[in-house]
């Protein structure tokens, strides 16, 4: 099944406003994001390509992302930054007969500190499969694959 530019556009739609809630600090969109039976990881590259299940971060349901924005908010103490989020245009790798998409993207995420200079956070890619629902297309699973093996020891907000 091939996309047409309409729903290529809403694609690329999805991954802008999903960064820019990122960015904004808007904690409680990001959930809203996905479906509630959702998959969000975050695993190092050389995990995902020997097939090696560790991940930093490993989430099984939209439940358990504001579980997490929860944390965030209230119980994890951290120096406070800003996050940029650079996105490259989504490749659509295969769309189902269900209207499901699997697509993948490149990604940088900048990191500012207060009164510091900006540096590069983490940069890797998503695999992504996306599923249309009354309210527009959502995640159904969201597979960040950052490329280093060292991360900070602060990944507190989300990818």
């Avoid at 992302?65 to 209230?74: Q, S």
């Avoid at 900048?110 to 599923?131: A, H, P, Q």
Wanted: with cysteine.
């Amino acid at each position: 099944m091939t996309m047409d530019p309409r729903n290529y556009f809403e694609l690329t739609q999805l991954y802008g406003d999903y960064a820019l809630a990122l960015d904004a600090a808007d904690w409680d969109a990001w959930p809203e994001f996905f479906i509630d039976a959702c998959v969000y990881k975050l695993q190092p590259r050389e995990n995902h390509e020997r097939g090696f299940p560790l991940a930093t971060l490993a989430f099984d349901s939209k439940g358990m992302l504001k579980d997490r924005v929860y944390g965030i908010r209230e119980t994890l103490f951290h120096d406070p930054y800003y996050q940029r989020h650079v996105v490259g245009v989504p490749v659509v790798r295969r769309v189902d007969a269900d209207g499901r998409i699997h697509s993948e993207a490149n990604y940088s995420v900048f990191r500012t500190r207060l009164s510091k200079e900006s540096t590069v956070f983490n940069v890797g890619r998503t695999i992504d499969e996306v599923v249309p629902t009354p309210h527009g297309l959502k995640f159904a699973s969201r597979l960040v694959i950052y490329d280093s093996e060292m991360i900070p020891n602060s990944l507190i907000y989300p990818i």
